[in-house]
């Protein structure tokens, strides 16, 4: 059974956790207005994704994908996908450099992180995180979960290209829940969904050479696939996490640090402080990469040994790499 | 008999409590937290007090991670004794066997001085020859407000589990006479079954009359009783 029939993909369902995507030759452009069928783009976007949800998953990653089934095919877990997708910029192109009026090609020193709101309709437009929460479409906690993923996932697949001299210049992510509430990578990671330059000559090897009638599309899709498929041992890239765990003692418990801090407060030249609370914040970090199962070790971490939930409530930030903890 | 006595890096009354059963004729069993014995092989548990692990994070919020805390669930499924006094009252109420919290004085001082108890309404044999009587014991903390939410304080009462409340020389539980705001003068609980204690106030500092008073001995003699029979 057909449970979705998108733009370049279809998805039957396999059972009540697993689904089958089924990659087609059909590709499009600006929301659908172009479209054309590409002999053979439905299997190379398959094989490419099949090796980058290879790569995540070996370097710790929780993703959808369970194992290629056919050459167009993958089993996958059956998730709900979030409305919100992340975009992961290196260098200025497409869309920012239109929103901003930039030249092509900036590179940033820290990678831009976008949420884009998936829906054709709408045109996928920018949605700030703020927006997404009050809208309800992600929890805060996940809108932090998801960008810490997309810059290790950024870091992961930078590197890996770089290796096959590609340039990484921006990517998308699609998330999706499982039945059981992980958050999980979904979707393709092909080269319909990045951005990718030959290192010496800038050659355009991704999408954008449908877009802007570039022609070779297939042949540069295959070459990408090629030379991912040489890449036959993984660097160790010592992905790490760091969170900020910050401890608060509930409204209803008497906070006798606090109550004698705000006295003395008082009795200087501050006026108008009316409340002051005494909390904790640690600093964790972690050899691995974000993930829901980080997520789901710090809670317990927090809430059985660094807070005692009788008297204190507890909050939690995950982070990308190990600098957030330099404070 | 075997009374295994904890010594956890940080505890320092490990040594009192010891003296304590000397005094009654019985040689307490020092267990290092690092020595990993098996707590099977004990008739019963005496926590001692002190600072383990500097108090890190929260009073006795690390002690209760060790592996020997992971044993004390089992040790007291089956019916033996466990004693917590000061630092182990808050390593038992960190391991949930015992209910509620022992948090930061009102008066965000470390108080050391002798006080008054009185005992009521307990079924635990732990508190024989206690009840209605006014004891004499020191405490010496800076967490030891008795802190859990007014339904479980009501079934704390209910279920004749409050060991000890602060009071007044005559007896009378007074506002003036709780030292460090527990909710009310709690200073001491047992659980349901009666057969673990926990409590802020030092009885084996209180076991001999040079120091000034003998009022805590009795807890230590209930025990050994309770051991023999
Ligand atoms: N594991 C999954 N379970 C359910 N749906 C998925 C899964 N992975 C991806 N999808 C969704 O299936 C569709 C894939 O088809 P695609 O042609 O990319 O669609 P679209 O036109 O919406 O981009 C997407 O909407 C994607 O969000
Ligand atoms: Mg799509």
Known sequence: ?327 | MKIGVTKYPGTNNEQDVLRALSELNVKGILVKQYENKPLDDFDALIIAGGFSYGDYLRPGALAAQSPMMEELQHFVDSGRFVIGVCNGFQILCETKILPGVLTTNTSTKFISKWIYLKSENSNSPLLRNTNGKVLRLPIAHFDGRYYDKEKEIELLKSKNQVAFQYCDENGDITLESNPNGSVNNIAGITNSRGNVLGLMPHPERASFEYLGSKDGIQIFENLLEEIKC
């Open chain 1, 1 to 327: 059974m057909v449970v979705y029939s998108g733009k370049a993909k279809d998805v039957i369902e396999v059972d009540e956790d697993s689904v089958k995507i089924v990659f087609r030759d059909s590709i499009s452009a600006f929301d659908g207005i172009k479209k054309e069928e590409i002999t053979d783009k439905g299997k190379i976007n398959c094989l490419i994704s099949t090796k980058l949800f290879e790569i995540l998953n070996d370097y710790g990653f929780e993703t959808h994908f369970i194992k290629k089934l056919t050459d167009t095919e993958l089993m996958c877990k059956r998730v709900e996908i979030l409305p919100v997708e992340v975009v992961c910029r290196n260098y200025s192109a497409g869309s920012l450099c239109k929103r901003y009026g930039l030249n092509k090609g900036i590179e940033f020193d820290v990678p831009l992180i976008e949420f884009f709101v998936k829906d054709d309709e709408l045109h996928d437009p920018l949605i700030t995180s703020d927006v997404a929460i009050v809208l309800g479409m992600i929890e805060k906690k996940e809108a932090i979960l998801l960008e810490a993923i997309t810059r290790a996932v950024n870091e992961t697949l930078r590197k890996i290209f770089e290796s096959i001299s590609l340039i990484l210049v921006d990517f998308k992510l699609e998330f999706g829940k499982t039945s059981n509430g992980r958050i999980v990578i979904a979707d393709e990671i092909s080269a319909d969904t990045m951005r990718l330059w030959e290192k010496e000559s800038g050659e355009i090897k991704d999408k954008d050479r449908y877009r802007q009638n570039l022609g070779d599309v297939i042949i540069h899709y295959k070459d990408i696939q090629e030379r991912l498929e040489q890449i036959k041992s993984l660097p160790p890239l010592h992905l790490k996490s760091s969170v900020r765990v910050i401890i608060k003692l509930k409204e209803s418990v008497l906070d006798p640090a606090g109550e004698v801090t705000l006295r003395s407060l008082k009795r200087k030249e501050f006026k108008n402080i009316e409340d002051v609370r005494v909390g904790k914040s640690s600093f964790l970090l972690f050899s691995e990469t974000p993930s829901f199962a980080l997520q789901e070790k710090i809670e317990k971490i927090s809430r059985d040994i660094l807070s005692n939930p009788l008297i204190e409530n507890h909050s939690y930030e995950i982070y990308f790499g190990s600098d957030k903890l330099q404070v």
